[in-house]
């Protein structure tokens, strides 16, 4: 922790590099639009989203270059350091990506990773006599298991699979105009050369002529033969891309009508990119009142179907009766507006008391009675055990070597009088 009381945040390589990524989807919502320090970090993303592209046009060595001089000028203006080598090294990645392509294909990420596993192994090991040969001991294990499981020559592997009607998957392979003799059936997620894909992930499809993504979200995965993967998916709208969040926002076609898929190997990037749902006010009150009454009577319907699983049944009918109360509802709609309030209204930190008293200042206990029931628990929980373990050490001196027998009554006695 003492490396957060200076202001810095020690993390690997590839922790550092998601939180870059996605810092944007994070915190963009809290700071104000062309905020100084918020143009030196979508800087700093553009110049990362350019290095670690797999493929990069002509044009995007130059820009790249201009971003850099721009990311130092950032720098020197709102740190008031100066510039450190890493930042010298970047001025040259622009002739280096001209002479031997994207360095993506040459960095030494892959090397990191498998010198940390062995750091670990040296790390967890009591025996420091020829550690090199522990290593080396360790690691050979590790590669025997590798190629006993098979899984160095497995192309992709397969989660459980899921029961699919006989003629709905010869619709399916007719769609596809693919050989009927080949074996298709439906699994909750598939890893191909180390990409994991599940249900629900977004993939980027193509690009239109307008320069813009395609995106698609994952509805059901596929294994056609033994090496091939098929999505089932829903194409995504494009709307554009936030510069200020740093990322594309796109909406569901709600005009698509049919199934549509695509095979693993014909997606221009196999890496999946992840949606952030942002929920406004407006939009979370509009959806409570147009489709309040078609989730109860959904969950209603699930709850009186004898065809669904016992637990499927009850938890329907459960979450049936506590949304009919309307409290967990109302909570979504206005639980941000009472922590905006209580931001706006308080200077001190933000505690459970605290917490407590706003929700009945604001007169919003009427509206979650649960959760005023649950912060007054909350709030008379005792802080610490320091009384129990007191007790304890009360007891330790007491019933010592020289008083074995002493009886329950006179040693509870004693114990009260010394507490």
């Given at each position: 922790?003492?490396?957060?009381?200076?202001?810095n945040l020690k993390q690997?390589?590839?922790?550092?590099?998601?939180?870059?990524?996605?810092?944007?989807?994070?915190?963009?919502?809290?700071?104000?639009?062309?905020?100084?320090?918020?143009?030196?970090?979508?800087?700093?993303?553009?110049?990362?989203?350019?290095?670690?592209?797999?493929?990069?046009?002509?044009?995007?060595?130059?820009?790249?270059?201009?971003?850099?001089?721009?990311?130092?000028?950032?720098?020197?203006?709102?740190?008031?350091?100066?510039?450190?080598?890493?930042?010298?090294?970047?001025?040259?990645?622009?002739?280096?990506?001209?002479?031997?392509?994207?360095?993506?294909?040459?960095?030494?990420?892959?090397?990191?990773?498998?010198?940390?596993?062995?750091?670990?192994?040296?790390?967890?090991?009591?025996?420091?006599?020829?550690?090199?040969?522990?290593?080396?001991?360790?690691?050979?294990?590790?590669?025997?298991?590798?190629?006993?499981?098979?899984?160095?020559?497995?192309?992709?592997?397969?989660?459980?699979?899921?029961?699919?009607?006989?003629?709905?998957?010869?619709?399916?392979?007719?769609?596809?105009?693919?050989?009927?003799?080949?074996?298709?059936?439906?699994?909750?997620?598939?890893?191909?050369?180390?990409?994991?894909?599940?249900?629900?992930?977004?993939?980027?499809?193509?690009?239109?002529?307008?320069?813009?993504?395609?995106?698609?979200?994952?509805?059901?995965?596929?294994?056609?033969?033994?090496?091939?993967?098929?999505?089932?998916?829903?194409?995504?709208?494009?709307?554009?891309?936030?510069?200020?969040?740093?990322?594309?926002?796109?909406?569901?076609?709600?005009?698509?009508?049919?199934?549509?898929?695509?095979?693993?190997?014909?997606?221009?990037?196999?890496?999946?990119?992840?949606?952030?749902?942002?929920?406004?006010?407006?939009?979370?009150?509009?959806?409570?009142?147009?489709?309040?009454?078609?989730?109860?009577?959904?969950?209603?319907?699930?709850?009186?179907?004898?065809?669904?699983k016992a637990g499927i049944?009850?938890?329907?009918?459960?979450?049936?009766?506590?949304?009919?109360?309307?409290?967990?509802?109302?909570?979504?709609?206005?639980?941000?507006?009472?922590?905006?309030?209580?931001?706006?209204?308080?200077?001190?930190?933000?505690?459970?008391?605290?917490?407590?008293?706003?929700?009945?200042?604001?007169?919003?206990?009427?509206?979650?009675?649960?959760?005023?029931?649950?912060?007054?628990?909350?709030?008379?929980?005792?802080?610490?055990?320091?009384?129990?373990?007191?007790?304890?050490s009360v007891l330790k001196?007491?019933?010592?070597?020289?008083?074995?027998?002493?009886?329950?009554?006179?040693?509870?006695?004693?114990?009260?009088?010394?507490?």
């Open positions: 922790m003492d490396h957060i009381d200076v202001g690997s390589a590839s922790e550092m590099l998601i939180l870059v990524r996605y810092s944007g989807l994070i915190i963009s919502d809290l700071i104000p639009i062309k905020e100084p320090v918020w143009v030196l970090y979508i800087t700093l993303r553009k110049v990362l989203d350019i290095m670690l592209s797999p493929a990069l046009e002509e044009g995007s060595i130059y820009l790249l270059k201009t971003l850099i001089a721009e990311l130092n000028n950032l720098y020197l203006k709102y740190s008031n350091n100066c510039l450190k080598p890493k930042f010298h090294f970047l001025v040259h990645y622009s002739s280096m990506i001209k002479k031997f392509g994207p360095v993506s294909h040459i960095w030494a990420m892959r090397y990191e990773a498998k010198h940390r596993i062995l750091k670990i192994c040296a790390r967890s090991s009591f025996n420091k006599r020829n550690l090199c040969l522990t290593l080396a001991i360790k690691h050979q294990l590790h590669f025997n298991a590798t190629f006993y499981k098979g899984r160095l020559c497995a192309t992709i592997d397969i989660g459980p699979r899921k029961i699919i009607n006989s003629i709905k998957c010869k619709k399916i392979i007719n769609e596809l105009n693919r050989d009927s003799k080949e074996i298709l059936f439906p699994v909750t997620w598939a890893t191909v050369k180390g990409t994991c894909y599940k249900i629900n992930n977004i993939l980027t499809q193509d690009i239109d002529d307008d320069n813009n993504f395609k995106f698609i979200s994952v509805k059901n995965i596929y294994v056609y033969g033994s090496d091939k993967i098929i999505f089932k998916y829903i194409p995504l709208i494009s709307i554009g891309f936030n510069e200020h969040v740093s990322a594309y926002e796109v909406r569901y076609d709600e005009l698509v009508v049919g199934s549509n898929f695509i095979f693993q190997n014909s997606i221009i990037s196999p890496m999946p990119n992840h949606i952030n749902i942002n929920p406004d006010e407006t939009s979370v009150c509009k959806s409570l009142k147009i489709e309040f009454k078609g989730v109860l009577n959904s969950l209603k319907s699930i709850a009186l179907n004898l065809d669904q049944r009850h938890e329907a009918g459960s979450m049936n009766k506590k949304i009919d109360k309307l409290e967990f509802s109302f909570m979504i709609a206005l639980w941000t507006l009472i922590l905006e309030k209580f931001d706006a209204t308080k200077e001190e930190k933000l505690s459970m008391h605290n917490l407590l008293e706003a929700l009945t200042i604001s007169k919003f206990n009427d509206l979650f009675p649960n959760v005023e029931i649950a912060l007054k628990l909350f709030v008379s929980i005792p802080c610490s055990n320091a009384s129990g373990e007191r007790s304890f001196r007491l019933k010592n070597y020289h008083r074995t027998s002493l009886s329950n009554e006179k040693m509870l006695a004693l114990a009260l009088m010394s507490i």
